[in-house]
């Protein structure tokens, strides 16, 4: 089989979104907050209604076990600002990017996420793969567009497998 890579890279993304669609499907919004262990990090209510991620600027050890919720606002904070990269656009900071909130909001979110990605994916030729990119590197890493979208990828498929194993240990009785 002859493909691009663009395409391959989207063949890939879509793969990897239609196994997250079973565990998005099935979400409640109890499943967001649940604390799987005694030492985890999640999304709190802040001061003024809003939702802060738990953070160290020097990832403890050993690291917190992460819950749903706030696995589902990193994978909001790096899709938000690759595709910021990719869109010429000046790069959000960490705390600009707000999490929804529980359940429905989330879920939304993520795909309104999926959606703008496949927009800015669809906008690309493979020329533009070989372009360079900096994120999530450091500006002289010498990687491209190309790995950047392979980046992207495979985030998106280790936090889906996250998501999902927290989601059926809740759903199994675990907790």
Same mark, same amino acid.
Do not use: I, P, Y
């Given at each position: 089989m002859a493909a691009t890579s663009r395409a391959l890279l989207r063949w890939q993304f879509d793969l990897t979104w239609s196994l997250f669609e079973y565990h998005l499907e099935r979400l409640e919004a109890a499943d967001f907050l649940w604390e799987p262990a005694a030492r985890c990090w999640t999304v709190r209510p802040g001061p003024a209604g809003e939702w802060t991620p738990d953070w160290a600027d020097t990832e403890p050890d050993p690291v917190p076990v992460p819950t749903i919720g706030w696995l589902s606002w990193h994978m909001g904070w790096w &899709? $938000?600002?690759a595709m910021d990269h990719l869109g010429g656009r000046p790069p959000r900071q960490r705390t600009d990017v707000g999490w929804p909130g529980p359940g429905g909001p989330t879920i939304t979110w *993520? +795909?309104? *996420? +999926? =959606? @703008? &990605? *496949?927009?800015q994916l669809d906008r690309l030729t493979d020329a533009d793969l070989d372009a360079p990119a900096s994120f999530p590197w450091q @500006?002289? =890493?010498?990687? $491209?567009v190309g790995h950047m979208l392979a980046w992207v990828n495979a985030e998106l498929m280790k936090n889906a497998a996250e998501i999902g194993q927290l989601r059926l240990q809740r759903v199994a009785g675990r907790g």
């Open positions: &899709w $938000t600002v *993520l +795909r309104g *996420l +999926r =959606a @703008e &990605w *496949l927009g @500006e002289d =890493a010498g990687h $491209t």
